[in-house]
């Protein structure tokens, strides 16, 4: 079965800075690798995914993450943080298939904080 | 292209009733899904149907939660008797079966308080 790993459930940035959110997977097959955001009161929000093509996925809203294998890794950045960046972000894990596979689990999420 | 849509969007009930969330998924998307959100938590899966058919309902509690989706279409989660812990948002999402990428399109939530 596959997992994810949120690492910080609060991220705390000014705006203009980087911004660098943490998740690492388990998978025993090639993963594919999701990244949602939820603002408040709203559904899930696709922001990119990674499906085994290029391993720099670039998103909307100017976030971008990589995949890297050796460190079973997909971090979520942005270079310059906005205030409209408030919100949750959620990192998920699917694997290739129908069925049961195609389900998202999803990490217990990162709550991103901008300050003037 | 209209999105998934969920209602109520909010329902406030006391432990030992029941409530029903209902789902229109994204028109022609034969998957369906009902993950339910805890307060802090991400999103856990609950049911997963395809087309009218349950693909998988492991984690749905099924002494107290049901759920239908008989002609294929929308889809019905209902909670009876609700207890306290069962306070979250119940969030339907679909994928069309020909999208092996796993995309899931959600709606905006059902968020479920219990008294």
């Known amino acids: 079965a596959q997992s994810v790993t949120q690492l910080g459930s609060h991220v705390s940035v000014s705006e203009g800075a980087l911004v660098l959110l943490r998740c690492n997977y388990s998978?025993?097959?090639?993963?594919?690798l999701f990244w949602y955001v939820q603002y408040p009161n709203q559904g899930l929000q696709l922001l990119l995914k990674y499906t085994s093509a290029a391993t720099l996925v670039k998103g909307i809203n100017g976030f971008e993450a990589e995949f890297k294998k050796s460190e079973t890794s997909f971090h979520l950045t942005k270079p310059s943080a906005h205030m409209s960046d408030a919100a949750e972000y959620f990192c998920?894990?699917?694997?290739?298939?129908?069925?049961?596979?195609?389900?998202?689990?999803f990490g217990t999420g990162t709550r991103l904080q901008v300050m003037l | 292209e209209a999105g998934v849509a969920q209602s109520p969007r909010y329902k406030i009930i006391e432990k030992r009733q029941s409530v029903a969330f209902w789902c229109n998924p994204i028109?022609?998307?034969?998957?369906l899904y009902w993950y339910q959100q805890i307060l802090g938590q991400g999103p856990k899966l609950l049911i997963q149907?395809?087309?009218?058919?349950?693909?998988?309902d492991s984690q749905l509690p099924k002494d107290r939660f049901s759920a239908e989706r008989l002609k294929g279409v929308d889809s019905t989660l209902k909670i009876q008797p609700a207890k306290l812990e069962d306070s979250a948002v119940y969030l339907c999402?679909?994928?069309?079966?020909?999208?092996?990428?796993?995309?899931?399109?959600f709606g905006e939530g059902s968020r479920l308080t219990v008294l």
């Open positions: 998978s025993s097959v090639p993963p594919y």
């Open positions: 149907f395809q087309n009218n058919g349950v693909v998988d």
């Open positions: 998920a894990v699917s694997v290739s298939g129908t069925g049961t596979a195609s389900k998202l689990t």
């Open positions: 999402a679909s994928k069309a079966v020909t999208a092996n990428t796993g995309e899931l399109f």
């Open positions: 028109s022609g998307h034969a998957t």
